[in-house]
């Protein structure tokens, strides 16, 4: 069954770190550009990060740069969301995607539209 699982949420204080993983059961992982979003209550998903098929490239929203370290291991058909300094306006339900049609569209790859292929989500609360 083609499917990504997200785990690694939970409840955090402010200045605090969660791990997030993304485990990958789809034969097309390491030719994927998987990327990570996130959905507040009453708020459209939003771009968190991505990183290209083979690792070497990765890019951020202006609003987790400098927090947030997106890493994978095709080895393990594994993406990680590494988030430090978290902040309570990072409370969201976070999403990993693959776009398994292509290795990389270049900036292309924050929109929610490149992606054919979801997790289920998995929560992340942060408290003041």
């Known amino acids: 069954q083609v499917q990504l699982v997200e785990s690694g949420g939970g409840l955090v204080q402010a200045g605090g770190s969660l791990r997030l993983s993304c485990a990958a059961s789809?034969?097309?992982?390491?030719?994927?550009?998987m990327g990570w979003f996130r959905q507040a209550p009453g708020k459209e998903r939003e771009f968190v990060a991505f990183?290209?098929?083979?690792?070497?490239?990765?890019y951020y929203a202006d609003y987790v740069k400098g927090r947030f370290t997106v890493s994978r291991e095709n080895a393990k058909n594994t993406v990680y969301l590494q988030m430090n300094s978290l902040e309570p306006e990072d409370t969201a339900v976070y999403y990993c995607?693959?776009?398994?049609?292509?290795?990389?569209?270049?900036?292309?790859?924050?929109?929610?539209?490149?992606?054919?292929?979801w997790g289920q989500g998995t929560q992340v609360t942060v408290s003041s």
């Open positions: 789809i034969r097309t992982f390491s030719d994927s550009t």
């Open positions: 990183i290209t098929w083979s690792g070497g490239s990765t």
């Open positions: 995607a693959a776009d398994e049609r292509a290795r990389f569209r270049g900036n292309y790859a924050s929109l929610k539209s490149s992606y054919n292929l």
